[in-house]
C-alpha cells in the first residue's frame, strides 16, 4: 500500500470509531451505505478503465504534444481547461484519462489545467445535476465566476514548474 | 387517444427519466468503451485489446485499496456531521468567514453530485447565501479529499497531485467572492 492509502484507512477506522461511540447501530449503517456506495460505482469501473486503457492505446504516443505539450504554453492551458469541462463522467473517467493523455506527451500545466476545469465546468454533471436543482441563473452565477479559475491554476503551476519539478503517474 | 390520461400508462413512462439520469454515464462510457475497444482489435489485434484489459484490472486493483477506505470514510462522515448547522455562519453578510467555512465544508463533505447536491439545497434553505454556495460546491468538486485521496493521488502521484491542491485550495474563496458581486438575480429554490 502507498503512504497516501495507509493514511486513507487510518482516517476512515478513526471515523468509524467515532461512529462506535454513538453506538454499533450507526457502525452498521455505515458499512450497509459503504456497500451500497461501491456496488453502484463497480459498474462504472468495469466500463470506464477498459475505455482510458483502450483510448491510452489507441492514442498515437506524440499526439498530445502538439496541443496540450510541455511548450504549448498559454493557449494549452486554455485548450486544457475547456477540454476539462467536456469530459463525459465522474473521477473514475477523468484521472485514467489524465494519464492516457500524459503517457501521449501532455505537458504537467495543461493537465492541471485539465482538471481544474474538469472540477469547475463538468458539463454533464451541470445538465444532469445542477441546472435541475438550481436553475440556470445559479449556473451562471457559478460558471462566470469559475471562469478564470482553470486558466488561473494552470499558469501558478507553470510558475512553480520553474522552481520545483512536478512529476505525473506514479511508474 | 386517452392512453396518455391513463395512471397505469404513465406509471410506465414516469421512471424512463429517472433511470436514464441515473445511468446516462454508464452507457456513454460504456458505448465509448465498446467503440474504442472494438477499434483497438481492428488496428492493432486481438492480443492488443486484450493487453489494453489486463492493464485496466491492475489499475483497479491499485485503486481498490484507496476506494475501499475512502467509501468507509464516506459514509462514516455522513453518520456524524449534519451539514445543515453550518448554514448558519454562511450568510450573506457573512463576509470571508462564511466564504472560508463553506471551503471548508465543502472540501470534507464526501461522494459525487447525488450527495453534494442535495446538500446544497439543504445549505440554501439555511440561509446560505449564493456566495458561500459556490464556494461549498468549488470547494467540493476542487478539493474534496475523497476525490483527491481515493482517485487522484494513488493515480496521478503526490506530486501532481498535492500540487494541483495547493494550487486549487484558496480558488472557492475567490469564486465565492465574486458570486457575491455578480449583478444577476437568483433566489434559492423553495
Known amino acids: 500500500m502507498t503512504p497516501g492509502q495507509i493514511f486513507l484507512w487510518a482516517v476512515a477506522l478513526i471515523a468509524l470509531g467515532f461512529c462506535l461511540r454513538r453506538g454499533p447501530a450507526t457502525v452498521h449503517r455505515a458499512g450497509v451505505e459503504s456497500a451500497k456506495s461501491l456496488l453502484k460505482i463497480l459498474p462504472l469501473f468495469a466500463v470506464a478503465l477498459p475505455m482510458a486503457a483502450f483510448l491510452a492505446e489507441l492514442i498515437p504516443a506524440d499526439a498530445a504534444v502538439r496541443w496540450i505539450g510541455p511548450d504549448s504554453g498559454f493557449m494549452g492551458i486554455v485548450i486544457g481547461s475547456v477540454a476539462g469541462g467536456l469530459m463525459p463522467g465522474g473521477p473514475f473517467v477523468t484521472f485514467p484519462l489524465v494519464l492516457a493523455f500524459a503517457k501521449a506527451g501532455a505537458g504537467v500545466p495543461q493537465m492541471v489545467a485539465l482538471v481544474a476545469g474538469w472540477c469547475i465546468f463538468a458539463l454533464h454533471r451541470i445538465i444532469t445535476w445542477e441546472y435541475p436543482m438550481l436553475g440556470w441563473r445559479f449556473v451562471a452565477i457559478r460558471m462566470i465566476a469559475g471562469l478564470p479559475l482553470p486558466i488561473l491554476a494552470g499558469l501558478l503551476s507553470e510558475l512553480i514548474a520553474e522552481f520545483i519539478p512536478i512529476t505525473l503517474g506514479t511508474r | ?190
Open chain 2, 1 to 190: 387517444m386517452r392512453r396518455v390520461a391513463d395512471p397505469r400508462h404513465r406509471a410506465q413512462v414516469a421512471p424512463v427519466l429517472p433511470f436514464l439520469r441515473r445511468h446516462a454515464s454508464l452507457m456513454v462510457i460504456g458505448a465509448i468503451s465498446v467503440a474504442s475497444g472494438a477499434a483497438l482489435w481492428r488496428r492493432d489485434g486481438a492480443d492488443a485489446a486484450l493487453h489494453a484489459l489486463v492493464h485496466a484490472w491492475d489499475l483497479f486493483l491499485f485503486i481498490l485499496p484507496s476506494l475501499l477506505a475512502g467509501l468507509l470514510l464516506a459514509a462514516a462522515l455522513r453518520q456524524l456531521m449534519a451539514p445543515g448547522a453550518l448554514a448558519r455562519w454562511m450568510g450573506a453578510d457573512s463576509g470571508w468567514t462564511g466564504l472560508l467555512v463553506a471551503t471548508l465544508a465543502g472540501a470534507l463533505t464526501p461522494g459525487g453530485p447525488m450527495a453534494a447536491f442535495p446538500l446544497v439545497l439543504v445549505l440554501a434553505g439555511a440561509g446560505a447565501d449564493r456566495g458561500a454556495l459556490i464556494a461549498y460546491i468549488m470547494s467540493w468538486t476542487l478539493n474534496g479529499f475523497q476525490r483527491v485521496l481515493v482517485y487522484e493521488l494513488p493515480l496521478l502521484g503526490p506530486s501532481f497531485a498535492i500540487t494541483r491542491l495547493l494550487i486549487t485550495l484558496p480558488m472557492p474563496l475567490l469564486a465565492g467572492w465574486i458570486a457575491r458581486r455578480l449583478p444577476i438575480a437568483w433566489e434559492p429554490p423553495k
